[in-house]
């Protein structure tokens, strides 16, 4: 469909917006730019303004949230799963065509302002810069550098900063071991980087389910905080690492100068295997930057007290040993698409339980929905003759040994010393699978 028509409906809609109406409208453009894109080799840039006046048109985020939703979930998020060059070169181009679109608002006057300090005045220069990092080859740190901290950014999401981040911070923190390693994410980070990985983590939030602005204004918080922990740091003291970060939109926004920059092209280096891990790609760029081969696994460090409470968990439900213990997550990360569809949770729980000698811990879920779909699957299992047990990650003392499936409320860094204590780990979302490989 032109554009043309989709900015009729759109500026009809401005009257007496419905979140259907927007919903349905944001899906189609945002879909549009995709096949023409695919389809036509196109680069439509008038849908993509489109896309961005509707996320930031509205006083009420929550209509504002719709269009972004569309921009990201659609359009953003279909470019980077490709981990093709291309896709990689055009997403740059659209995240830096949201940014010049920010920045002419008055909420986006401080992005460029700060853009502009970096000497990135115009859109043309901030995508110049991406790319030119981009299509770099890997470079080496230079012997000089001396850092007495290394900051290393998030991935967002807990599976890829156990698959990359936790692979970064082992192989720096042994090839600088004099310096501080620092790690800036969600705080739930703390609970799979615990005190036992000898990081610190700084806090920061940044909302995958946000608003368009809100996304973007992460980065002036985050820049704040850098600015902090380099502070009287001389240029050979101190490392940022981008493990191909949201919190940069993948490297399109800056935060120190490139001589002190380090990115990490996860989704499309002419330099790596097609075939190799994410870890094992992650491997490779640190042999590159620090000039030493070797191999560091993922890692999760929980805390010791949770671990201390798994290990009595399971030892009150195995007292003998011979049990296998399964911990089962059925969490979906938001994304209703990774779920099998019908009667397969049941079935599969049912079907474990069949076995001799199987104890299973159920994760009780996040959310009205997950949690209303997992105790459905508690009630058709005690309906079909199985003992079942529901409670908190820290009421070992109420546990029943004769229970074959018990619900367990718990955080990120309760499962992973769950998962750390149990034979087996089954689940959709990557967050505790990585865990479990770990």
């Known amino acids: 469909m032109r554009s043309f028509f989709y900015q009729e409906q759109w500026e009809r809609l401005q009257e007496s917006p419905t979140t259907n109406d927007l919903e349905s409208l944001a899906q189609r453009v945002a879909s549009s730019f995709v096949d023409r894109y695919y389809y036509s080799d196109e680069y439509n840039r008038e849908y993509i303004n489109l896309l961005c006046e509707m996320a930031t048109y509205f006083k009420k985020s929550k209509l504002n949230q719709i269009a972004a939703q569309a921009l990201f979930g659609i359009v953003i998020e279909r470019l980077c799963d490709d981990f093709e060059e291309l896709q990689t070169e055009t997403y740059n181009r659209v995240i830096c065509q949201v940014v010049n679109f920010l920045c002419e608002l008055p909420e986006g006057q401080e992005i460029q302002s700060q853009l502009s300090d970096f000497d990135l005045h115009t859109e043309e220069l ?9 299509l770099s080859p890997d470079r080496k740190l230079q012997a000089s550098i001396k850092p007495k901290k290394v900051l290393v950014l998030s991935r967002v999401t807990i599976g890829a900063d156990v698959a990359i981040t936790s692979v970064i911070c082992k192989r720096v923190s042994k090839f600088y071991p004099e310096a501080e390693i620092i790690v800036f994410g969600n705080a739930k980070l703390k609970q799979v980087f615990g005190s036992l990985s000898g990081l610190k983590v700084h806090e920061l939030s940044y909302s995958r389910r946000g608003g368009l602005l809100e996304r973007f204004l992460t980065w002036l918080d985050l820049l704040k905080k850098i600015r902090a922990e380099i502070a009287g740091l001389s240029p050979a003291e101190f490392l940022l690492i981008d493990p191909d970060s949201r919190l940069t939109q993948l490297g399109v926004l800056p935060l120190v100068p490139l001589q002190n920059y380090c990115f990490f092209n996860s989704r499309g280096s002419k330099e790596y295997s097609v075939t190799a891990s994410i870890s094992e790609l ?80 159920l994760d009780l879920g996040f959310g009205e929905e997950e949690q209303g779909r997992i105790k459905a699957i508690m009630r058709t299992v005690q309906q079909q003759g199985a003992t079942v047990q529901a409670l908190n990650f820290g009421e070992i003392g109420k546990i029943k040994t004769s229970s074959q499936l018990l619900g367990v409320e718990c955080t990120i860094g309760e499962i992973a010393a769950l998962i750390a204590v149990s034979d087996e780990f089954i689940g959709y979302d990557s967050a505790c699978q990585h865990i479990a490989a770990a």
């Open 126 to 134: 901030l995508y110049e810069r991406i790319e030119t990092i981009r």
């Open 282 to 361: 992650t491997n490779l760029w640190l042999d590159n930057i620090l000039g030493e081969q070797e191999f560091c696994y993922p890692s999760v460090w929980p805390e010791s007290s949770n671990l201390q409470n798994a290990k009595q968990f399971r030892k009150t439900i195995d007292p003998e040993g011979s049990t296998t213990l399964i911990t089962l997550n059925f969490g979906v990360g938001g994304n209703t698409r990774k779920r099998v569809g019908g009667n397969f949770e049941v079935e599969l729980v049912v079907a474990l339980l069949r076995q001799p000698n199987i104890r299973l811990i």
